[in-house]
């Protein structure tokens, strides 16, 4: 099945303890997103991939960062997390063939106290 | 700027009627534009998109929307609505001339279908 995974779904951290959120899709694409959902916001992008060892900022890049080692996997990195980054991470792929459709994983849910 | 306004936080109609979503945009070029919808605790998932072509496109779920360009605006229609229809509903763009597929999001529109 084709599909975007997430891990973890949910995580509870203290300020300033480093993190990782894994993304990983199977279908080969070679663009990846990173969106943070907040209330009355909708989704903002963090962070982006267009290939292999390709990333560049989104629109809210401050305090994450991103590695795209290989094709399948893009993790968001929260070097330092604080409570400002509470939120609703999505992670997203697509490609040209992919008729210009998004697809996105199920989210995880960050607290940082 | 590229930006998209969804003017209601929340739509509220009866099952068996008519909804509309409302999504309103502004891109420098011409856009693509796409719904999507989020069920709770689960990701966004597709419902349909505006490429080129015909102004009117019909998505998963009996949803349709209709590609109005001089009013600028890609409203989200189903003609029945169901109990299970009810959801957060994100309006998206992307400009076409923008090779990053970038997409922006409106705030969302929760539909609340009563039985």
């Known amino acids: 099945e084709a599909q975007v995974t997430q891990n973890p779904r949910y995580l509870i951290t203290v300020t300033g303890k480093k993190l990782t959120v894994t993304c990983s899709q199977n279908?080969?694409?070679?663009?990846m997103s990173w969106y943070r959902q907040d209330p009355g916001l909708g989704l903002r992008q963090i962070y982006y991939s267009m290939n292999v060892e390709v990333t560049d900022k989104g629109d809210v890049p401050e305090g994450y960062k991103v590695s795209r080692k290989e094709k399948r996997n893009f993790p968001l990195i929260l070097e330092s997390p604080s409570p400002n980054q509470t939120s609703l991470y999505f992670c997203?792929?697509?490609?040209?063939?992919?008729?210009?459709?998004?697809?996105f994983g199920a989210g995880t849910r960050l607290s940082v106290l | 700027a590229q930006s998209v306004a969804q003017p209601e936080d929340q739509v509220n109609v009866a099952e068996g009627n008519p909804l509309t979503v409302k999504c309103t945009y502004s891109?420098?070029?011409?856009?693509?534009l796409f719904w999507y919808v989020q069920y709770p605790n689960r990701g966004l998932q597709f419902l349909l998109k505006?490429?080129?072509?015909?102004?009117l496109v019909k998505g998963s779920y009996g949803f349709e929307a209709e590609f109005n360009k001089s009013q600028t605006s890609f409203h989200l229609k189903k003609p029945s609505a169901l109990v299970s229809d009810s959801a957060l509903y994100f309006c998206?763009?992307?400009?076409?001339?923008?090779?990053?597929?970038?997409?922006?999001f409106g705030s969302g529109t929760r539909l609340l279908v009563r039985p």
């Open positions: 998206a763009v992307r400009d076409r001339v923008d090779s990053s597929y970038k997409l922006i």
């Open positions: 891109v420098s070029g011409n856009p693509y």
């Open positions: 505006y490429i080129t072509g015909d102004n």
């Open positions: 997203a792929s697509s490609s040209p063939l992919a008729k210009n459709i998004q697809y």
């Open positions: 279908m080969n694409h070679e663009y």
